[in-house]
């Protein structure tokens, strides 16, 4: 069965830097458009950034220039790199595949 498995997440003062991973298993993740989304409390989930199989990134506007999401194959594996955090950033992240979700990964940005 299809895992994506996300580490990363913590608690981090404004300013500061995070990195968030997700792993798959039990699907051809090379081939697969990767996507991280983001909630926060009491608001619709929302798409952070993507990353095609051939490379194509696009990012909300939100996290441009701050963010940064890539991916390697040979590992099966996708990132977001969150450098200046802003506490709005808070939220839980879930990177996102076909139509598999990850567990989600709890961000807080503390001002």
């Known amino acids: 069965q299809v895992q994506l498995v996300e580490s990363g997440g913590g608690l981090v003062q404004a300013g500061g830097s995070l990195r968030l991973s997700c792993t798959a298993s039990?699907?051809?993740?090379?081939?697969?458009?990767l996507a991280w989304y983001r909630q926060a409390p009491g608001k619709q989930r929302e798409l952070v950034a993507t990353?095609?199989?051939?490379?194509?990134?696009n990012y909300a506007d939100s996290v441009k220039g701050r963010f940064t999401i890539s991916r390697d194959n040979a590992k099966n594996t996708g990132f977001l790199q969150m450098n200046s955090l802003k506490p709005e950033d808070t939220a839980v992240y879930y990177c996102y595949l076909v139509r598999y979700w990850g567990q989600g990964t709890q961000v807080t940005v503390s001002s």
């Open positions: 039990g699907i051809i993740f090379s081939t697969k458009t």
């Open positions: 990353i095609t199989s051939a490379g194509f990134i």
